[in-house]
């Protein structure tokens, strides 16, 4: 045991590091306690009461759509940036001739097709004006739906602060109402004292 | 001589306050012109008492100026326009580590206080730290002139009558531990409940635990330390807040052993208080304690449960270890007796006077 752990001047520190020695031992052989159970009490966590402070009190728009985007609504998958190369060997040549062929080639074939051509491209039109329809109507749905979400996260923002300011407040109230507690039992005890000296005094 | 004095409040009981109104006490005695200025004051104590808007009425550059310094005060700009020559006495701040996690708002005062400190160094003659801790702080801040003036306490205050119905509760066999101090996570209550939650179960059930100390605006370290209570069951742990002064004459009459296990003091007033009660003082060494001790009582070194109850228990059952150790408290005390610090001052002030 370190000498110096306690320091008086004009005592005999060490006669009173044994007397310290000696107590703990009789306590220790009397099995009084345990080293654990010891260690267990000098060790013992406070847990601690949540603050107010932390529960923030305003409404932070930028925070919800912060919270939003992490909703999954499908992401826009990216186009293959790397385009395949042409194939080598003979399938190759025959390929890049017939390209080069086809390229000289394409005025006729365009004069050929021009009739399909407006044909396909008025068909094309009616699909595009269709897709549109649904995709503003799908538009309109999702924006209302957003709205929504925004007012249900909005109401459960500020359920969530207030219930938990509730539980703090209830928890304060809680450590005051001990504490008026004790201290009328201490009036109390001082009022049995005063009683009793009137008593004596009558 | 003019010496006017510089304060925040001037409350009774407070350390800083009592200390303002010996220090006036001992100019006039001394026969110079003194005044207490300051933002606000109790009832009881207007007579001695100046709002310090009325400062400039009473400005002269002859004139020395003390400021008590402590945070985010409104009258360091009363200190910032004196004319005359001007003196600091500075009490410590509490780091604000210690408050971060149960006042946030003072927590930033404290932070704040130790930066506005350091606009006081060009201006100020001579700073004042009442321990060599405070007084070291003050030098490694810059402040050119410093020195050691100690809490300028009048113990005699405590040789008046006990509040008799409080003496009358504490009359029993019970042995009562006592700390005085405001119940605040630096003066660590929480280690003291675990040292008493030991010290009740298996050494001495018939104890008795008095933390006298205001504790509003901390109700959740109260409230945690309660947790401590609950748990382990603990009987006669009172803590009566605030208390008038007759009630704490009757707690130091009637307590047995005033313990701290205090991690920050910048002085430690009651340690001197329990001195004078002849009270056996058993204290951690932190900060300024071993310094404000001054030899006196017991200083442990570490925390440890087991040694503390059985120097507990030594000191409850050895009468001639707690006499020695009394006797060590009163020549300790002597350092502090009234005309000892008197002198000291009036030097300080012949310092500052130039």
């Given at each position: 045991?370190?000498?110096r ?18 107590r703990?031992e ?20 406070l ?24 909703l ?18 003979i ?7 017939l ?8 005025p006729?074939i365009?004069?050929?097709t ?18 549109e329809?649904?995709?503003r ?16 996260y ?7 602060g207030e ?15 001990k ?6 039992q ?13 008593e004596?005094?009558? | ?8 409040s ?5 350390a ?10 001992i100019?006039?005695e ?7 200025f ?6 009881s104590?207007?007579s001695?008492f ?6 400039p009425?009473?400005?002269a550059?002859?004139a020395?100026?003390l400021?008590?310094?402590s ?19 500075y ?6 580590a210690?408050f ?24 100020t003659d ?5 321990s060599?801790?405070?007084r ?7 402040f ?11 113990f005699?205050?405590?040789?008046t009558?006990p ?28 280690d ?10 298996y ?5 008795r635990?008095?933390?006298?100390g205001?504790y ?5 370290y ?9 748990r ?8 009566p807040g ?9 707690y ?16 430690g ?13 058993i204290?951690?060494d ?13 200083l ?24 020695r ?18 002198s ?8 500052l006077?130039g």
């Open positions: 045991m370190d000498e752990w306690v320091e008086a001047e004009g005592i005999d520190v060490e006669t009173v590091m044994e007397e310290i020695r000696r703990i009789e306590k220790r052989e009397k099995r009084v306690y345990t080293q654990e159970e010891i260690r267990a009490i000098e060790h013992v966590d847990l601690p009461l949540p603050d107010i402070l932390d529960v923030p009190h305003l409404y932070d728009p930028e925070e919800m759509e912060k919270h939003l985007g992490t999954s609504f499908g992401t826009v998958r990216d186009l293959p940036m790397e385009f395949p190369l042409p194939p080598s060997g399938k190759g040549k025959i390929k890049r001739v390209y080069r062929l086809g390229h000289k080639l394409a006729v365009n004069i050929l021009l009739y399909r051509l407006a044909d396909l491209n008025f068909r094309t039109e009616k699909l595009v004006y269709t897709l329809d649904n995709v109507t799908s538009l309109q749905i999702h924006t209302t739906y957003r709205e929504h979400l925004k007012i249900v909005n109401l459960f923002f500020h359920m969530t219930t938990t300011k509730l539980k703090i407040e209830n928890d304060s109230l809680r450590v005051k109402l504490e008026l507690e004790n201290r009328l201490f009036l109390e005890e001082r009022e049995r004292v005063l009683e009793r000296s009137l004596k005094r009558g | 001589m003019i010496v006017h004095q510089l304060l925040t001037l409350v009774p009981g407070d800083i306050s009592n200390e303002a109104l010996t220090i006036r006490r100019l006039l001394e026969g110079h012109e003194s005044r207490i300051g933002y606000y004051h109790h009832a104590l207007a001695h100046t709002h310090y808007s009325q400062f009425l009473y400005a550059p002859e020395l100026l400021y008590h310094f945070i985010g005060s409104p009258v360091s700009k009363i200190y910032f326009q004196s004319p005359g020559r001007k003196g600091m006495i009490h410590n701040i509490t780091p604000h210690f971060l996690d149960y006042h946030r708002i003072l927590a930033k005062e404290c932070y704040k206080g130790r930066k506005e400190l350091e606009t006081f160094v060009k201006r001579l700073a004042l730290g009442d060599e801790y405070n070291r702080e003050l030098e490694e801040l810059g050119p002139k410093t020195g050691v003036l100690p809490i300028v306490a009048d005699s205050l405590f040789d009558e509040n008799p119905v409080t003496e009358r509760l504490l009359k029993d066999d019970k042995f009562t531990l006592l700390f005085v101090g405001r119940i605040i996570p630096n003066k660590k209550i929480d003291l409940l675990r040292l008493f939650a030991v010290y009740q179960k050494y001495n059930p018939n104890s635990l008095i933390l006298a205001e509003r605006g901390f109700e959740r109260l409230a945690e330390i309660q947790q401590i209570v609950g382990y069951d603990l009987k006669e742990v009172w803590i605030h208390v008038p002064f007759d009630d704490l004459v009757a130091y009459r009637r307590a047995d052993l005033y313990l701290s296990l205090s991690e920050h003091e910048g002085f007033v009651p340690l001197l208080e329990a001195f004078h009660n002849k009270i056996p003082v204290a951690y932190a900060a300024a304690v071993a310094e404000t001790m001054n030899g006196g009582g017991l442990i070194k570490s925390k440890d449960p087991e040694r503390i109850c059985g120097l507990i228990e030594a000191l409850r059952n050895d009468p001639s270890l707690r006499k150790v009394v006797q060590g408290e009163e020549k300790a005390l002597e350092k502090y007796r009234y005309h000892n610090i008197r000291l001052l009036l030097d300080h002030l012949e310092r006077k």
